[in-house]
């Protein structure tokens, strides 16, 4: 039944991957209204806890101001639940340390410019290597959360790495 359930591993990455496949195939004037509307909310949001005496303008000028921030921080938080859900299915499958580290990163930023080269193609957007750069940051940040949760988790339950695990299997064999 474990055998089964690995291959189910792969779904979370592969949703998340559809679902910024879906945001980067937008028309420019859809994604710059998404980010209108996200922007425009947080700033509404932060007036009311914070200035009661907000007018609607500085509100619309907050939030205009707001707007190419919430655009990089979508990439980098699409990236970083990315690479920890790409992380998730090659850790089942056997990867550790480095080389988890590593393929993740590397598939993560693959993907990335894919989908920047993708933009190349959809009406008023364009690939930019900046945002595959800013994604990295995500992909990074992702990358290093997934491993210090993996360490933080095997300190907690006291798991010594896997080639000591080996050997003293071997040796219980024997």
Partial sequence: ???????????????????????????????SSLSGRVSLFLTKMAAEYSDKDSTRERIQSYGDKMEIAVRKGAHVSEYLALAATVSFPLYVYGLRELPLMAWTGWFCVAFACLDEYRQT????RDGNIRDVLIDSIGIFAGVIFVRAFLWTRRKKIGIRDSKERKNRRDSCNK
Wanted: glycine fraction near 12%; proline fraction near 9%; avoid cysteine.
């Fill in 1 to 31: 039944m474990k055998n089964f359930l690995k291959p189910l591993s792969f779904l979370p990455a592969l949703f998340l991957m559809y679902v910024i496949w879906g945001f980067s195939g937008q028309t420019g004037e859809e994604s």
């Fill in 121 to 124: 193609f959809v009406p008023g």
